[in-house]
């Protein structure tokens, strides 16, 4: 990779497009990766804006099963046939484990280095429990640290909490890599299977829809991946082969579907997120995962500018370092209020639940420009520094298997 590509995140996924995990990349699904890890951080992010007070935004953690149906479906795309001897499951394993465990425990570092500075400076202590306690104890530490947190092992989000789904995920990895290595072929029955009971678990044993995560979060997970999964498994080839056919530029039809795409997709998390409805999630995104995956329309060509492949490159990255960024905002914005006065910090409700942040509509929708800078900021300097290394060095290491 040329040292260019290397430092545009856009000029480094198009460069490397052959060499990736997922083989053929689907630029414009990378683009709506980029755009769902921007929504879940505001959904995470507590002002009193219009913004953040919108259904939509109140329901976007739906956005996370996006990322779960993308991932079977370019997991299943790129490995489906590729799995049949032991030693292509432990590179499988292996290459997986070093796409997402370096960042995670940068950030648990982070967010342990944070702990330990409150535990030194007792000024920083505010209102909140005391460090190393709660979420941020010495014991779910350990479970972070062996991505058990997002399986059942937690009763309640614990230190970098959006990473519960990516201790999920990885177990999904490892259960998609068991089942293609001993059924093959037949694999998709399995895949069929847990898209099929996954939903019907959820509706009969959770208590807050589709809102799992440390509980029955790998249960989710496995719904949305096998969904993903399943389109590839059947789907692959003909979306190639569309794809070639629409080579030659956006066609009015693909536009217009795309269109009343995004319109379903906005009616349905606004309307969803606080019922059983939101059960359908994974099947919304994999309807629009299929549509945009042909690339045929003109909001696709828009989602295929360097800008928005740069949010694409930079969205795992952007989920994993959201919440310490936003939790770091509001610490500098409650010191300013104890110094000066400006009453910018304060509790308030928000979606029905206590929430302490922004308080104001005007300085809320200013702190969410700064926060979404800030993030996307803070995750060029974790991709470029982490995320990118990490993934050569573990690619390397796996050609010696």
């Not at 083989?23 to 951080?41: K, M, T």
């Not at 997991?75 to 292996?94: H, W």
């Amino acid at each position: 990779m040329t040292q260019t590509a290397f430092l545009n995140p856009a000029r480094a996924l198009v460069s490397t497009r052959d060499g990736t995990i997922a083989g053929q990349r689907f630029l414009v699904l990378d683009s709506w990766r980029g755009i769902c890890a921007l929504l879940v951080a505001l959904f995470h992010f507590p002002t009193g804006s219009t913004v953040s007070q919108s259904a939509f935004i109140g329901s976007s953690y739906l956005f996370v099963d996006f990322f779960f149906v993308l991932s079977g479906f370019v997991i299943a795309s790129s490995y489906g046939g590729r799995l049949n001897q032991p030693e292509d499951v432990a590179r499988f394993a292996l290459v997986r484990f070093g796409r997402i465990y370096p960042l995670h425990l940068f950030m648990l570092a982070a967010f342990a280095g944070f702990e330990l500075l409150r535990l030194l400076l007792p000024q920083l202590h505010g209102t909140g429990a005391a460090p190393f306690t709660g979420g941020f104890d010495i014991k779910s530490l350990l479970t972070n640290l062996l991505l058990l947190q997002g399986v059942g092992f937690e009763d309640q989000l614990t230190w970098n909490a959006p990473s519960w789904s990516i201790s999920a995920e990885f177990f999904a990895y490892l259960l998609f890599a068991g089942v293609v290595y001993v059924a093959g072929a037949r694999a998709w029955v399995w895949f069929l299977a847990s898209a099929v009971t996954a939903p019907l678990f959820l509706l009969g044993f959770s208590t807050h829809y589709m809102d799992v995560s440390f509980d029955f979060g790998f249960i989710r997970c496995l719904y949305g991946f096998s969904l993903g999964a399943l389109l590839a498994w059947f789907h692959r080839d003909s979306i190639a082969a569309a794809r070639q056919a629409l080579a030659g530029g956006p066609r009015l039809f693909w536009t217009l579907a795309e269109i009343v795409m995004m319109a379903v997709i906005f009616l349905f998390v606004s309307t969803a997120g606080d019922n059983d409805f939101g059960i359908a999630a994974p099947l919304i995104f994999a309807l629009a995962l299929f549509l945009f995956a042909h690339e045929g329309g003109w909001i696709s060509a828009l989602l295929r500018s360097p800008f928005m492949l740069t949010l694409g490159s930079l969205s795992y990255s952007i989920y994993m370092v959201h919440i310490f960024v936003q939790a770091r905002l509001i610490n500098v914005a409650g010191l300013i209020e104890r110094k000066l006065g400006f009453g910018l910090i304060g509790d308030f409700v928000l979606r029905g639940q206590q929430a302490t942040g922004f308080t104001d509509g005007t300085i809320g929708a200013g702190a969410i420009i700064v926060m979404l800078v800030a993030t996307i900021a803070a995750s060029w300097v974790t991709w470029r520094f982490v995320e990118m290394p990490a993934i050569a060095w573990f690619r390397r290491l796996s050609k010696r298997i």
